[in-house]
Structures are given as C-alpha cells and as structure tokens.
C-alpha cells in the first residue's frame, strides 16, 4: 500500500537523521519547486493550483513555478513528474483523471500508485446532475422513473470519452439499472452549449459553469452528487439521499510527488497545502469556483486514490469505454 511505503520511508529517514545528527531535509527547499499541472491553462485544475501555489511559496520560502503540460489525458504531465527526482522539488496537480486512467488507457507509462506519494488532497468540486428546461421530468425521481421507462431514449453530454463526468455518470446509471445514451464532446464548453440548446437532455456539470444557465432558467438541477448537501444549494437533494448511498462525483484535485520523495518533505508540503487552503484569501479564490478547501493527510489521499482506481476500472469494463 501506499501508506506503507510511506512509513518504511519514515524510519529510513529517522535512522539517516540519528547517524548524520542533522535532518537531511533541513534545507528544503533549497531552489524553485516545479509545478505540473497536466491541463491546459484556464481550466478549472489549472486556476484552482495557481493561488494555492502563490500561498503554499510564502510558506515555503521558495517560488512555485506552475507548469501547464497537456496531453494524453493527463498522462503526459505525470509521465514527467514520475521520471523526475524525488526530492520535493518536482510536483504534480492532477485530478481524477489518475484514477481514471489505469483502466482506460493501456501502458501509460507509470503506475500511478506504485510510481508516486500522495500529499494531499487539495479542493474538491461536487458534481450537480443538470437537464435541459423542456426535459420530460423536473425532479431526480422523475427522471429515473421516465428514463427507466424509455430505454436509450434520453441523452447526456460530456467533455470527452473516460472523462470524469463521463465514468462518474455511467456508475450512476449502472447503479440505476438505467440505458441513456452517452454523447461525447471534445471539451465541456461544447457539451455545456449543446445542453442548453436542448441537443442533449442531461449532464453532470459544476455550479461554478452552469450558474448563470440556471439561474436563466434555461437549464435546472436534479442532484447534487457530494456526500451532504452544499451550503451552496442546502435545498438540493444529494444522489445519496435518493436511493444511491455513498453514491459521490467529485473533481479532486490534489498534490502528489515521485515515488522515493522523503516522507519528511511529503510531510512539509502537505503541512503548506492545508496551511494554504484554509487561509481567507485562497478560501474565498475557491469558493469562487464552487470548490470546497480539503487539505488532506498524505495516507487519506492515498487511501481515496486506492478505492478510486478498482472502482473506476470496474466501471469502465462494465460500459465498455474505449479512449479515442
């Protein structure tokens, strides 16, 4: 397991500090730490590690410099992070693409739980399940209830093949017993437009982008797909609560660092990750965009990217999604 390794580590670095007499981690960091964000810049990733990153360099005393590096899903971003050296100097800022992607893309050229340490868990952003106005149902239970009556009859869009509201939506819909057909975008803003439009019925979208479209009247909410309601909408029912427990859709993002990175560094980071997540100013930059501040322990990241990996592999054998 990951925490595992994690503790061997630690007694390896307390054994190294009693025979040297100093911490060898005490000048870290030393030099500029290299953040990879594996998503073009101006997503929702990108702009959720920018403030994080300028608060978490204060703490540290060493700039972060933000590295956008796109490409196969994510894949090409950590691919780099995993090659690099392990000491803290070199970062990754993904999402749930890490756990998606082991079972969707074969030999990505890592092991994204052998071949990195998670840090910490930084912001999340839940999932709200959206129709279009003139969608044939105006509740959560109507909609399974027509779906369930009308096989592939219904659409929902999303921003590509084995994305995360793709897979997320199929396990909602296998947990249902529901068929509604899958229509695949190359990016959310097109499958956003086409749902207002009309083109498709549903989507899982954030409050952050669809706001304004609901408030306009031109789209409305079913569920939302955190574990408790959000102070956001404390009206809006969860999927949980409707029949699905422990049923979640959430855009993670968090830090992790090559694997061998001394468990002391990992510590000092994720110590700077929660200090920066929970200060006002980075706060409010969050909650601008729907996200809610975590600030995780590096084992109870490990232990949400370990679930997720079986669960997303599991689910994207029992849709039969292939990648593009």
Excluded at 44 to 57: C, E, G, I, K, N
Excluded at 189 to 194: E, I, M, N, S, V
Excluded at 286 to 310: C, D, M, Y
Aim: aromatic content about 6%; overall charge neutral; hydrophobic content about 45%.
């Amino acid at each position: 397991m990951v925490t595992s390794r994690i503790t061997r580590r630690g007694l390896m670095g307390a054994a190294g500090v009693a025979i040297a007499g100093r911490p060898a981690f005490a000048a870290y960091p030393d030099r500029p730490i290299r953040l990879i964000v594996p998503f073009p810049p101006g997503g929702t990733v990108d702009v959720t590690a920018r403030p994080v990153a300028a608060a978490m360099a204060e703490l540290l005393g060493q700039p972060i410099i933000v590295d956008n590096l796109p490409g196969v899903g994510g894949n090409l971003g950590a691919q780099r992070v995993a090659r690099s050296a392990p000491d803290g100097h070199t970062l990754l800022f993904t999402a749930p693409n890490h756990t998606i992607n082991p079972g969707l893309i074969p030999n990505p050229g890592f092991d994204a739980e052998r071949d990195f340490v998670p840090i910490s868990l930084c912001a999340q952003i839940p999932e709200i399940l959206v129709c279009h106005r003139d969608a044939p149902f105006r509740s959560f239970a109507e909609f399974v209830a027509y779906a369930r009556a009308h096989p592939r009859v219904l659409t929902y869009s999303s921003a590509g093949i084995g994305s995360h509201p793709h897979v997320t939506m199929e396990l909602l819909l296998h947990r249902l017993g529901l068929e509604v057909l899958h229509v695949p975008y190359r990016g959310a803003a097109p499958a956003f437009t086409d749902l207002v439009a009309g083109r498709v019925q549903l989507k899982l979208d954030s409050f952050a982008t669809s706001r304004a479209q609901i408030d306009a009247g031109a789209i409305r909410v079913l569920a939302i797909a955190s574990a408790a309601r959000s102070p956001v909408a404390p009206d809006l029912p969860t999927i949980a609560e409707m029949g699905l427990p422990g049923f979640e859709g959430i855009l993670w993002m968090g830090f992790l660092a090559p694997a061998g990175t001394p468990v002391e560094v990992i510590t000092r980071i994720a110590t700077s990750v929660q200090d920066a997540v929970k200060s006002p100013a980075v706060a409010e930059r969050l909650a601008q965009q729907g996200a809610e501040p975590v600030g995780s322990t590096p084992a109870a990241f490990a232990a949400q990217i370990a679930r997720e990996i079986p669960q997303w592999r599991e689910v994207i054998r029992a849709a039969n999604i292939r990648p593009e």
